[in-house]
């Protein structure tokens, strides 16, 4: 054979062969490459799963305790209310305090289609009593406790007009005892003038009442002659 032929062919085998252990290296940097790479990345995704947020985040009990509160301050629960009439009528009431309306009862007694003649004088009877639970007080006075005579819509007299004094008179009323009084109209008219010389009433129909406050006593019609 060539000795040329033969040192080419030999040096063809030669560069083959660094040829593949070049190849070869280049695979083994390229696997240890990849195997550094998947490796390395493997730890970062676990990382970074690891400081991602959390869907169900950590709550603060501070935190939670002040929400608490916050819900609580705006949106109280109900607190049960009683009713003011209820416990004012449960409270008993002191002796000696003022009488309530609904704890007196104001009759009239006289001049009920009574017809009295020339010269004489009706007469009439209040009667105040009591039916509260305790003694009570209450101004019996002339102004307070009014006995009133009309005639239509004329006011003729009235225990209220030309009082001489204060005018009140405070009475302890006790449970179920009536307080009375007496008096006698001379048929003359008052006013709130106080004249010297008041006028005689005249011959007529009358109307006797009874006025205190907000009470009133049915109406006692009677008749002059």
Not at 11 to 20: C, E, F, K, Q
Not at 52 to 74: F, K, Q, Y
Not at 149 to 173: F, H, N, P, Q, Y
Request: with cysteine; hydrophobic share 35%.
């Amino acid at each position: 054979m060539d000795p040329d032929t033969i040192r080419g062919d030999g040096g063809d085998v030669y560069w083959r062969r660094r040829m593949s252990v070049l190849v070869a290296v280049l695979v083994v940097v390229a696997v240890v490459a990849w195997a550094c790479s998947s490796g390395g990345s493997g730890p970062e995704r676990a990382s970074s799963a690891q400081t991602s947020p959390s869907a169900t985040p950590v709550v603060d009990p501070l935190l939670a305790g002040l929400r608490t509160l916050a819900m609580g301050t705006a949106s109280p629960s109900p607190t049960p209310t009683t009713t003011p009439t209820a416990t004012a009528a449960a409270a008993p009431k002191r002796p000696g305090d003022p009488c309530a309306k609904e704890d007196l009862v104001l009759s009239l007694q006289g001049g009920k289609e009574e017809i009295y003649s020339a010269g004489a004088r009706p007469t009439f009877m209040v009667t105040l009593v009591n039916i509260g639970p305790v003694m009570c007080t209450a101004d019996v006075g002339p102004r307070a406790m009014e006995v009133r005579i009309t005639s239509g819509e004329d006011r003729i007299w009235s225990t209220a007009d030309c009082v001489s004094g204060v005018g009140s008179e405070l009475k302890k009323l006790q449970r179920g005892v009536p307080y009375v009084r007496s008096l006698e109209w001379d048929r003359h008219r008052s006013s709130t003038d106080c004249r010297a010389t008041p006028a005689t009433a005249l011959p007529g129909t009358y109307v006797a009442t009874v006025h205190m406050g907000e009470l009133r006593t049915p109406k006692g019609v009677f008749h002059l002659r």
